[in-house]
């Protein structure tokens, strides 16, 4: 499949709560950052009157950063089968002659 193409796929209710469930569940990408930054040094707190440990500080900007842009997305996809959804039960709800 090129960048470009759409995946022949029969929309349907069970395939988007399906779609939905494994948004739920997938936290592969949480994990992957946690682990990376967990292997990054913190450094030395720096000499006296030094602010401390900023790295630790920065890691934890950055998994916040990873994470909100994780959930913005999911917001946003949710949004985009919700809008499916209704369009597929109006669909069914149509009598077919």
């Known amino acids: 499949m090129t960048e470009n193409t759409i995946p022949d796929v029969e929309y349907s209710i069970p395939y988007l709560l399906r779609q939905i469930a494994l948004l739920q569940s997938d936290i592969s990408y949480l994990k992957e950052v946690i682990e990376k930054l967990a292997n990054m040094p913190d450094g ?26 994780r959930e913005t997305t ?19 709800a149509k009598p077919h002659y």
């Open 74 to 92: 999911n917001q946003q996809i949710l949004r985009l089968y919700e809008k499916m959804y209704d369009n597929l039960v109006k669909e069914q």
């Open 44 to 69: 030395d707190s720096g000499a006296a009157y030094s602010p401390g440990n900023v790295q630790g500080q920065a890691k934890a900007e950055a998994l916040k950063t990873v994470i909100q842009c």
